[in-house]
């Protein structure tokens, strides 16, 4: 089992920035693609980006050019800055791991809240 766990979310205006962390409890973080979802209330979950093992990001693109996903693989951590937030992008924040072939796993969620 894989445990993650994620950190730093809260509340903004619109405009601020947020990082959310979120930490592994396994060292196999090294070589899983990590994710960020998110939901909206009354919306399905919908993915924020991913990065793989060697550190390759993809957004969607309603994030491009605000939002930053990074990793420490010493830390078994990843990072999802988020610039210019808006209104929208309120939500509940997950975590993924996904092993190469294998399963994925899902944090708990952390919710940020963007006011206009």
């Known amino acids: 089992q894989v445990q993650l766990v994620e950190s730093g979310g809260g509340s903004v205006q619109a405009g601020e920035s947020l990082r959310l962390s979120c930490t592994a409890s396994?060292?196999?973080?090294?070589?899983?693609?990590m994710g960020w979802y998110r939901q909206a209330p009354d919306k399905q979950r919908e993915m924020v980006g991913t990065?793989?093992?060697?550190?390759?990001?993809m957004y969607t693109d309603s994030v491009k050019g605000r939002f930053t996903i990074s990793r420490d693989n010493a830390k078994n951590t990843m990072y999802l800055q988020m610039n210019s937030l808006k209104p929208e992008d309120t939500g509940a924040y997950y975590c993924?791991?996904?092993?190469?072939?294998?399963?994925?796993?899902w944090g708990q969620g952390i919710q940020v809240t963007v006011s206009s």
């Open positions: 993924t791991l996904q092993i190469p072939n294998s399963r994925t796993f």
């Open positions: 396994r060292s196999m973080f090294r070589i899983a693609v």
């Open positions: 990065i793989a093992s060697d550190g390759t990001p």
